[in-house]
């Protein structure tokens, strides 16, 4: 059975930082793609990250620079590093894996830009 678990969320004043974590079991993230997601109320599911098997990164272009995916194959763990965060990255994070034409979701974590 395959599980993703998100952790990490929280409030925090703009400009501030968060580091968000995605744990997986029942498929190996180094053979996955990873990505992470996020929805604002009254939004769309966007993607804000990915990265692919052979390591490569994307990212839109709203969080460039700021943001950073990166994974730790001996954990089996997604990490979103996100620094110089601002109030419209609000959002519940979401953490997803794509392995073998399947589809695999975490149950988010809220994540409130707030002064």
């Known amino acids: 059975q395959v599980q993703l678990a998100e952790s990490g969320g929280g409030l925090v004043q703009p400009g501030g930082s968060l580091r968000l974590s995605c744990g997986v079991s029942g498929i190996l993230v180094r053979f996955s793609v990873m990505n992470w997601y996020r929805q604002a109320p009254g939004k769309q599911r966007e993607l804000v990250a990915d990265?692919?098997?052979?390591?490569?990164?994307n990212y839109v272009d709203s969080v460039k620079g700021r943001f950073t995916i990166s994974r730790d194959n001996a954990k089996n763990t997604v990490y979103l590093q996100m620094n110089s965060l601002k109030p419209e990255d609000t959002a519940v994070y979401y953490c997803?894996?794509?392995?073998?034409?399947?589809?695999?979701w975490g149950q988010g974590t809220q994540v409130t830009v707030s002064s």
């Open positions: 990265i692919s098997s052979g390591g490569n990164t």
């Open positions: 997803n894996a794509q392995w073998s034409s399947r589809d695999y």
